[in-house]
């Protein structure tokens, strides 16, 4: 599903974020994305959804090289990606139902259709009887729900998550990354950043590890050889 | 997916573009009155123009039909030689219309209108000549085509010269063609200032909603996506001047009409104040909505591309 081949980026300022990144997530697989705050979790998912673009090195996904997107064919890399942030990124005046509809609006999907799907999103999340309220009136936790209905309500295979419990206390936390295990039970690949150590180890799910933008740990990074 | 699908989902695409750009426009309703008061007048002044040209134009063509040749006969030429002459004229097929002014006549003319009267007692001889006044035939619509006639004209032994009356109307048509050029340059810098200020207002918008824009990339729209809407702003402040700027247009006509009535009445002419035909109205509106799109996609173009999730 995804596979990072000597990835490296280097940002304005000869700042290596990454450092000759290699491995493979296979498809339905879900990982976690550890190392301490600058290691460059963000960067890689950044990399991934073509925010950023590697300066060495390539990353294919779906067995497409990411490299040979044009910039114009952005847009329809991200939409087989449900992309998932800390900071929610929640459009604070639309309601709830506008705000999961989105990807679905975007793709110019049908009132009626919509309306099922983004429900069902809703559902899966327990926030159907949110569905017109403005985000700004929610909780964090359900805040960050909305997010991840967003990701998830136009199906795409694969989900990427950056920091998504990093303001919420444990319990909610761990109802958060409960929701990314059913999406992974029904084939969708996850690949989880976050610094919550304890939570990770409880989960028990693959561990990739950053140190410094080089991959010490679940890869097959050459680095790790020397 | 089937072609009526995607079809469906054009559709829908663009009906949401539509009409929540128009809610935009209705959610701050005083800026965008004053925008599109703005973009109105800057409609409105060379319609207005346009206007009173095509009713100028129209009164100079009816006073193309008055065209009249004067045609002064030498001093020595007498009343009868100067009938005699007329009579000559009249079988001229360029030549529709004459009459005749003897001296005399021409003599108490002059008294009439020039004032001299008692100067003119005085004198012992009657110094003006026989005047024929004839008008060409209604063929002869030019002054290029007329000038044959007076050259011929001119050449008869009994003529001293001949001068057509149509000159003022000349110079009144080379002044409408000016204020026409001025016009057409004074639309053109306009239709400038109308893109700037809609490009100025999109990008305005666009500024405002640069979180909204970069969220939306994020989870995969499109550029054309994100700038529908805009364009669909654009479109609708083009719009909506362009009907702005109509309505005053005929308010101005209208206020006008009274006084050039009277005017006209003064002239004995039966002159109507002409306002824009129905395809001058249509080519106002599609101009403002075309230059609003226009404006809009310039501002579009230009941002979109500099707005990236980071
Ligand atoms: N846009 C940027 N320009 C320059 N340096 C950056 C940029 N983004 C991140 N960095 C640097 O790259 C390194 C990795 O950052 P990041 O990927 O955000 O780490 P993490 O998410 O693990 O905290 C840090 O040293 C950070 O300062
Ligand atoms: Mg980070």
């Given amino acids: 599903m995804l596979q990072f081949d000597h990835a490296s980026k280097r940002y304005p300022g000869n700042i290596d974020a990454l450092n000759r990144v290699s491995f493979h997530l296979a498809k339905g697989e879900m990982a976690f994305l550890t190392g301490h705050s600058g290691a460059g979790k963000s960067t890689l998912l950044k990399l991934i959804a073509l925010i950023e673009r590697c300066t060495r090195g390539q990353i294919l996904l779906d067995g497409h090289n990411l490299n040979k997107v044009p910039n114009r064919k952005i847009p329809f890399v991200r939409r087989k990606i449900g992309m998932i942030f800390q900071d929610h990124r929640l459009l604070h005046d639309r309601t709830v139902f506008d705000n999961v509809a989105l990807p679905l609006i975007i793709e110019g999907l049908n009132y009626r259709d919509t309306a099922r799907r983004v429900r069902a999103a809703l559902d899966k999340v327990g926030l159907l009887n949110k569905e017109n309220s403005l985000p700004i009136t929610l909780s964090g936790g359900e805040q960050q729900r909305v997010g991840i209905a967003r990701a998830v309500v136009n199906r795409p295979p694969m989900i990427l998550a950056d920091e998504p419990t990093g303001n919420l206390d444990p319990e909610l936390s761990q109802e958060i990354m409960a929701l990314f295990e059913q999406f992974n039970q029904v084939g969708v690949s996850v690949l989880i950043a976050t610094h919550d150590l304890e939570l990770v180890n409880k989960m028990g799910y693959r561990r990739l590890v950053l140190e410094q933008g080089h991959l010490t740990q679940g890869g097959e990074s050459s680095h790790v050889a020397i | ?310």
């Fill in chain 2, 1 to 310: 997916m089937s072609l009526s699908d995607t079809a469906g989902s054009w559709l829908s695409l663009h009906r949401h573009a539509l009409f929540s750009s128009l809610g935009k426009l209705a959610k701050a309703p005083f800026s965008s009155l004053l925008t599109l008061l703005v973009i109105a007048i800057a409609l409105m002044l060379p319609t207005t123009l346009h206007l009173l040209i095509s009713n100028g134009t129209q009164v100079s063509s009816q006073l193309d039909s008055s065209n009249q040749i004067s045609l002064f006969l030498k001093q020595s030429v007498s009343n009868a030689a100067g009938e005699a002459l007329s009579n000559k004229l009249k079988l001229d097929r360029d030549i529709v219309n004459i009459t005749l002014t003897t001296k005399e006549e021409a003599l108490k003319e002059f008294q009439q209108y020039s004032g001299f009267s008692s100067a003119i007692e005085t004198l012992e001889i009657n110094p003006l000549p026989v005047v024929i006044q004839l008008t060409p035939s209604s063929e002869l619509k030019s002054i290029e085509q007329i000038q044959p006639l007076l050259d011929r004209l001119e050449k008869l032994s009994e003529a001293d010269f001949a001068q057509l009356d149509m000159q003022w109307v000349q110079r009144l048509q080379a002044i409408v063609e000016i204020a026409e050029r001025a016009t057409m340059l004074l639309a053109l810098l306009l239709a400038l200032a109308v893109l700037l200020i809609i490009g100025n207002t999109i990008r305005l918008e666009l500024q405002n909603r640069r979180d909204e824009i970069i969220i939306t990339k994020l989870v995969g729209a499109t550029d054309a996506f994100i700038r529908r809407p805009f364009l669909y702003s654009g479109f609708w402040y083009g719009l909506l001047s362009g009907l702005t700027a109509w309505l005053m247009t005929a308010g101005t006509i209208f206020l006008l009409e009274r006084p050039i009535q009277n005017l006209s009445n003064l002239y004995e002419s039966n002159f109507q104040l002409q306002f824009l035909t129905a395809s001058e109205s249509l080519t106002l509106l599609t101009i403002s909505a075309f230059l609003g799109i226009c404006g809009a996609w310039t501002v579009c173009s230009h941002h979109l591309k500099k707005m990236q999730p980071e």
